[in-house]
């Protein structure tokens, strides 16, 4: 069977799962343990501690001219009787034997022969179509898992050969094609100009900060123009889809990437904390296609919806991202174009006449821990701090309120002695005090209607309830009405 035909047939087996699936198809990782919790005692056994490649692949071989049933080794096809194939011993060591061609093919890509590596991988692939739909309901998930995680390795591998044929994975080439010029055109004469201009000037406050943390990860430093098209270098920007952030993160998105949110505090907000997550998000999601632009696809749209695309296509997409433009939804095929016009502009700006433009400097600030519950505004009063200031440099709390226990607050450089010598006079928030009513919903009212009712405000409902649209409320629901926050009204005394 052919490489090709084979990588482009797995491919397919990645889409029977979906989005939350693919995300743990990492399950296997080779390792002797995974191995070997599929092994029976009763079969032939293979000594997964002999760091021999060559042993293991000469054990399989030797069990397979023992037991008679199989073909040789290098066989293109596997013949076997509905009888054997029933066997439930007959699956069991098929599934060894492709496991252990799996742990031989990792140790060759490891060790640059990524053609060998391939070759294994195609073994163990046939020797898991020997299994019979008639074995086990447990072998056969197993030997789903396995034909999922076989599919995803030959993506990785052919993705890692284009990488040493076409350049570094610190480089993104840009290709200036008429989708490319569309976008140049747009953000240098066209409507997109002004906006072009006021997001290239925030950059400053935060580009320099996201190409140090790139640098540390040895992946493109251009990609620190990415919030360019993402929010426009806005820290608040959110989208329709309620995407928030510099890098646009949905709630699912960052949660799979460390980012908390609760009442007090969302951490998509938090330039750093934001940064850190997109950068294991992009470096996830090279290690899957291995080509930066196809990467900026899926993380505009989510890696299932452009795999799905690639499994339609009857070439090797790899080869070309171009051939997945048309099929893409719209948005994302815009998407690549814009990034690949941005890093263009950017790196000419005297071609376009937007080298006079001057960015916005980097905050500065230093950090001061807070172990009590403070609201940003107490802090600004009594000492001086501006209050705005604070604010810019602490997004994340979306109340502006620091939640008590240990947390790392960022004050503008220079102020931290002042706030040193003042935190025992800074009025604090009386966790006792945010108290909440319940309320059920009624057939007929609307937010406003129980705001108004409770004296409250329609954000604070949503806020407390976690509702996304202020239209619309389940009848006989439970709500949580919040009250107002009030302070002590009196600093602490000191002992």
Known sequence: MKTKKILLFLCGALFIINTEGYADIDKFNFSSTNTNALIQPNLVQVDFNDNSSIAIEAAIIRRSQENKVYQPFYDDEILFSESVAASENFARQKMEEALALCQISQKHWQGGDLDRAIELLDQAYLRLLGINSSASESLIRQKEDLRLTISKRIIEIYASRKIVAYGRKNEIPVNINKQVQYEIDLYTKGDLRNHFIASYRRSGK??????????????????????????????????????????????????????????????????????????????????????????????????????????????????????????????????????????????????????????????????????????????????????????????????????????????????????????????????????????????????????????????????????????????????KIPQKIKTTGQPKTES
């Not at 699912?252 to 951490?267: C, K, P, V």
């Open 206 to 479: 935060y580009r320099q900060m996201i190409v140090e943390m790139l640098k540390k990860e040895d992946i493109p430093e251009d990609l620190s123009w990415l919030p360019l098209i993402e929010s426009g270098f806005r820290v608040k920007a959110l989208s329709k889809s309620r995407a928030l952030g510099l890098w646009q993160f949905i709630p699912s998105t960052g949660y799979r990437f460390g980012l908390n949110r609760n009442r007090f505090i969302d951490e998509r907000l938090d330039p750093e904390k934001s940064t850190r997550a997109a950068i294991g998000y992009l470096k996830k999601l090279h290690s899957h296609f291995g080509d930066w632009t196809t990467v900026l696809a899926a993380y505009n749209c989510g890696e299932t919806r452009v795999l799905r695309v690639i499994r339609k296509q009857k070439i090797n997409y790899l080869d070309n991202f171009w051939d997945l433009y048309a099929h893409l939804p719209q948005e994302t095929a815009r998407y690549v174009p814009k990034f690949l016009a941005t890093l263009h502009i950017v790196k000419n700006l005297e071609k376009y006449g937007l080298d006079k433009i001057t960015t916005e400097s980097p905050l500065k600030f230093e950090f001061f821990t807070v172990t009590q519950k403070i609201h940003l505004e107490d802090i600004a009063k009594i000492t001086g701090i501006d209050k705005e200031l604070l604010e810019e440099l602490n997004p994340e709390l979306r109340q502006n309120i620091v939640p008590g226990g240990k947390m790392t607050l960022k004050v503008p450089a220079g102020s931290k002695e002042v706030l040193l010598a003042n935190i025992d006079h800074i009025l604090r928030l009386n966790p006792a005090r945010i108290d909440f009513l319940k309320h059920r919903v009624q057939s007929g009212e609307t937010l406003s209607l129980i705001a108004h009712r409770y004296r409250t405000s329609i954000s604070n409902i949503m806020l407390a309830n976690n509702l996304r649209r202020s239209n619309h409320i389940v009848t006989g629901k439970t709500l």
